[in-house]
């Protein structure tokens, strides 16, 4: 029986310590921060009935979780500056900021938690979570489209779009009801990089 060298055993346990290191961080949270250079959202109402306003947050943070086995596992965790907000003029701008709408004195954020992802492609999928807006707590859906598979881009920087529906008076904004529409359009645009 031939004799398998003593040394071969070292340079086998060596060898394989990268391998289950690559396996065991394959199915390990990748925590991303959204780059704020590039990330912003933009709200988009009907008005007259015949056109739309459209109002872009341009300062919001925050992080994602992936656990790249377990999609459903995803932490979503992103704050809007409501105070860095603009308009396409500036009578718009006045009311949005205002009590009627956001009331930016008062309610300096918004707050979007999400808690549950699926995938409904490899690059589609909707987050469930809570959406918090002049102190209002609401569920809401949040439909994303990545630029690559996130559960296969485990330490990329990972692309992003994203839609979300929601009725404007569940969360106090109820004036102007016959010129502005109820539904509002919100828009995300980000770039996750990661930690």
Known sequence: MTRVPEAFYGKFKIATVPLFAVLLLGNAPQTYTLDTSVSSIAAKVPFLGIGSRTATFNTITGDVTFVPD?????????????QDITAPDSVTLKRLRSEKFFWVDKYSTARFVGTNLV??????????????????????????????????????????????????????????????????TISLKAKMIPR
């Open 70 to 82: 377990r999609p459903n596992a995803a932490k979503v965790n992103v704050t809007i500056n409501t």
């Open 119 to 184: 995938m409904t492609s490899a690059r589609v999928g909707k987050i469930s979570g809570k959406l918090t807006a002049r102190g209002v707590t609401r569920d809401e859906t949040l439909f994303v489209t990545f630029d690559q598979d996130p559960t296969k881009a485990v330490g990329k920087a990972i692309g992003l779009t994203g839609t979300m529906k929601i009725n404007r008076r569940n969360y106090g904004m109820t004036s102007y009801s016959l010129v502005v529409g109820k539904t509002v």
